[in-house]
């Protein structure tokens, strides 16, 4: 579970400085002072084979409009392939990335997928910090957190190395 989790870690928006980040939506709202780049309505963010989908983006910035904060909202979905070449999808209803903590927070329904061998995390708090090596997934109500490991059947393997 830890080892899916943190690979998780590095998805949404990796190397920030190492390729264009695009954002496409309805509406951008500015506020350079505060450093705020809000995006609204069908907002697409890409960077490299990375997607994200949201209602709502809010980028916070610091001094030097350097991305300190992420935050995605409403009918959150993700595709990403990590450094590694793992490929990831999946939902949530919000989700939080901090990049100078290398942390990832998922939030509501939350549903991750690693496409390669379609190992799966179900619950409603995800929370990933790849720094710390940390990962914890919650379920709200009640709900049991979800894990899907596909397993190969031993008989299958011997059979089939065996013809």
Known sequence: ????LLSLATFLI?????????VLSDNFKGDQPNGLSIF???????????ELNASKVTIYTDAQR?????????SVSFYIV???????????QKAIYLPNESE????????LIRIDDYRR??????VVNEIRGFANADSADGEP??????????????KSTQK
């Open 82 to 92: 990590t450094e590694n070449g793992e490929k990831y999808r999946g939902k949530s």
């Open 145 to 158: 957190v979800v894990m899907i490991f596909t397993m190969q059947d031993k008989n299958a393997t011997k």
């Open 121 to 126: 995390v179900k619950g409603d708090k995800v």
């Open 1 to 4: 579970m830890i080892k899916l």
């Open 40 to 50: 609204t309505g069908n907002v697409k963010v890409t960077k490299g084979l990375d």
């Open 104 to 111: 990832y927070q998922f939030y509501t329904k939350v549903d």
């Open 14 to 22: 990796v190397n920030v400085h190492a390729e264009e980040l695009k």
């Open 66 to 74: 350097k991305p300190t904060k992420y935050i995605a909202e409403g």
